[in-house]
T-cell receptor, first 112, second 111 residues
């Protein structure tokens, strides 16, 4: 069964460093998403991406964040200058036109 | 801000009991998903409901979408310890935009 994959599973970085989180969505999906979940808190929407552009973003997704689909398979989330409060699980999801979203296993980002 | 409220927040029951989890909103959704999440893992899709009044069954789990597409329920029959986990509902808006997640219901089924 097709699934969303994410790498790395765990990323540790120093405050102020750039990180790139990578995702491979399900191949025939057209809609892509990033969410984050701070430990013990709810899943929060960051950004949705369709037709090679951002379709919606939350207030969390400020100028420090960017997304890219550099080729036909990968979907990346970049954080330019990480802050302590960026520590969280980051989930990629891909979806279909009926808005069903399939989530990857997540990347745990730890900012020291 | 669209909000999804789930209740109860925590539920602890004995094996074999039945339970219902609720997901309510003032917003109308184009579809609603139920997920189950284990600690440290991503949410796993259980079901998508699209039509008002729709009922879907997945073994011992029954999902219902409200007639007005603002609320949903998840009913588990004869709960088992393997049902233990965090159950999340997520409401989706037209044109596959963002999904809004509820806070979740943490279910514990004791043997």
């Amino acid at each position: 069964e097709p699934e969303v994959t994410q790498t790395p599973s765990h990323q540790v970085t120093q405050m102020g460093q750039e990180v790139i989180l990578r995702c491979v969505p399900i191949s025939n999906h057209l809609y892509f998403y990033w969410y984050r979940q701070i430990l013990g808190q709810k899943v929060e929407f960051l950004v949705s991406f369709y037709n090679n552009e951002i379709s919606e973003k939350s207030e969390i997704f400020d100028d420090q964040f960017s997304v890219e689909r550099p080729d036909g398979s990968n979907f990346t989330l970049k954080i330019r200058s990480t802050k302590l409060e960026d520590s969280a699980m980051y989930f990629c999801a891909s979806g279909t036109v009926d808005s069903t979203q399939y989530f990857g296993p997540g990347t745990r980002l730890t900012v020291l | 801000t669209q909000l999804l409220e789930q209740s109860p927040q925590f539920l602890s029951i004995q094996e074999g009991e039945n339970l219902t989890v609720y997901c309510n909103s003032s917003s109308v959704f184009s579809s609603l998903q139920w997920y189950r999440q284990e600690p440290g893992e991503g949410p796993v899709l259980l079901v998508t409901v699209v039509t008002g009044g729709e009922v879907k069954k997945l073994k011992r789990l029954t999902f219902q979408f409200g007639d007005a597409r603002k609320d949903s329920s998840l009913h588990i029959t004869a709960a088992q310890p393997g049902d233990t986990g965090l159950y999340l509902c997520a409401g989706a808006f037209p044109n596959a935009g963002k999904s809004t997640f509820g806070d979740g219901t943490t279910l514990t089924v004791k043997p």
